[in-house]
């Protein structure tokens, strides 16, 4: 396994999985480019992946058309299709990516492919918990590591299955849809500054009204829950990402940095970089160039 940093990057990393540790995945990595970089037109051998989860909308070109993609959305690239960000965000761009041989996995699983094009999810956030479990792992050396990853792709395979299935799961424990319509937004967009009149808006209740419901469904009013998901994902990004702190506390959408690190050291019980110094993220090589579109295949 091979882990760098691009130059063109602003943070992140790309990593290249080398041998038998992972047949089924080629490549993956977390990366933040600054306004107006471009991955040039490139295609592999393997289904890609590319989530992206924060920063204004991007326009992909691939053989089979123009995507438009926002956040919470993702870009799939079919293999052998051609494919390149040429209309790049014009602010800092977050997303996640991953190569994998998808149908090797879906017919080991007993599932069907996807139809062998590009596609546009406009709903990508059931892949974010799978793709950052294997980020995760791919980051950080631990035990049974080979095992670890071959489940992990087999979650994230399902995932995109009935994601690209369209196929609606029942909850078991019912939520309210004004609670769960306010949480998917806020979940989407931590960055927000949201209020309760805002996520009331459309939802059919009244602020006052989705304030109590949360209180019953959540266990916190609307700005409570925020904070924790906004601290939990700077934890994930403390222990698996290079950014610097003041960077993740702008990209959660904190006033200041000093705010965050206030809020952290409350809910999180030791400061931002204690909670990184604790973690043995597996730091990417640094000053290499290239990148996704200098390597056509990543094997």
Known sequence: MHIFRPQRVVAG?????LGDECPDLSHCGEQWFGAGEEIGRHHHSVWEIYLQLTGPPTGWWSDDGRFEISSGEAFLAAPQRRHALDRPA??????LFLGMDLATVAQRLGLAGPIQRCH?????RPLEAPLRL???EVATPAPHRKDFLRAGLDCLAIALVRTLSG???DPALPMHPAVAAAQARMEARLDQAWTVVELAAGSGVSPGHLNALFQRHAGE???RWLLHRRIARAQTLLSESDLPVTDI????GFASSQHFAHAFRRIAGCSARTWRSRGSVQQPDRGQAGGQE???ESE
């Open 120 to 124: 546009r999810i406009a709903d990508a």
């Open 221 to 223: 009013p609307p700005r």
């Open 167 to 169: 196929a609606a799961a």
């Open 13 to 17: 990393f790309h990593a290249d999985i």
């Open 134 to 136: 294997l980020l995760a």
């Open 90 to 95: 014009d602010g800092r761009l977050h997303f």
């Open 294 to 296: 200098d390597a056509v």
């Open 249 to 252: 506390a702008l990209e959660l």
